[in-house]
């Protein structure tokens, strides 16, 4: 599969831009930049981000729509809770996991809303990484991406690779030098789904990143802890304690 035809990769369609409703008849939405995706587990549907792309935004205003693809007068899927999580101990002491957002969706959304977009969370389309392995992020870039006439974005994507562990035990890095890029910051990839190409497996989530001197390093959150928060607001859990 060359990057091409990566574009058209079904985390592709699971994309949405963080984008909040306004009162404004000439512009109806507004956003900071940020990425999230739509994912499936125990047959509902979750939105995963970054809580800081949210920035001053009222929470209950984020527009959410049915397809990557964003048109007047689309709507949105009514927000139920943003899940959060809070009080860390352990190794999450100081890290960026009080950065996840997990966006859960109304009870009454109706199940076919998302229209088969949502990437499905399972043992065999999930996976952690290791060094060397070949990943690629892609996302809605602020610099990159633009809104074509038809209401698609023309998404961006960043190969990588992956470089370790970082001294946030909880988060990865990746890293890709570029001999020439048509960019010059990855602002609005914080919330962008991480695939791992070895593995063949969704493997994390941006949290954040930068680009200089043809050099782009992204830190990169495991999907393990994703997938912790999304069972712990699943299942009504007030508190999670695992290992990684």
């Known amino acids: 599969m060359n990057w091409e035809e990566l574009y058209q990769h079904p985390l592709a369609s699971a994309l949405r831009a ?14 900071h930049g940020g990425t999230l995706f739509i994912v499936k587990y125990g047959r509902r549907p979750y939105g995963v981000t970054c809580k800081h792309v949210l920035g001053d935004f009222d929470p ?19 927000i139920k809770n943003l899940g959060f999580a809070n009080n860390l101990g352990g190794a999450a002491v100081g890290s960026d996991l009080g950065d996840l957002c997990i966006i859960e969706f109304a009870d009454d959304l109706a199940p076919d809303f998302f229209g088969g977009t949502a990437y499905p969370i399972e043992n065999k389309t999930v996976g952690s990484s290791a060094a060397e392995h070949d990943l690629f992020a892609i996302g809605i870039s602020k610099d990159r ?9 023309a998404l961006c994507m960043l190969p990588l690779r992956d470089r370790g562990p970082t001294s946030d035990t909880l988060l990865r890095r990746a890293s890709a030098r570029y001999g020439e890029a048509d960019f010059e910051t990855i602002t609005g990839m914080s919330g962008a789904p991480v695939f791992n190409l070895t593995k063949q497996v969704l493997c994390g989530m941006v949290m954040r990143g930068g680009f200089r001197d ?31």
């Open 18 to 31: 963080v984008f909040f409703q306004t009162e404004y008849t000439e512009y109806p939405h507004a956003t």
């Open 60 to 78: 209950n205003m984020l527009h959410v729509s049915a397809r990557t693809e964003l048109r007047p007068g689309q709507l949105s899927a009514r």
């Open 145 to 153: 991406s633009r809104l074509l006439p038809d209401g698609n974005f």
């Open 214 to 244: 043809g050099l782009c390093e992204v830190r990169y959150l495991d999907v393990w802890h994703i997938i912790q928060l999304i069972h712990a607001i699943h299942v009504r859990a007030l508190g999670a304690f695992y290992y990684s």
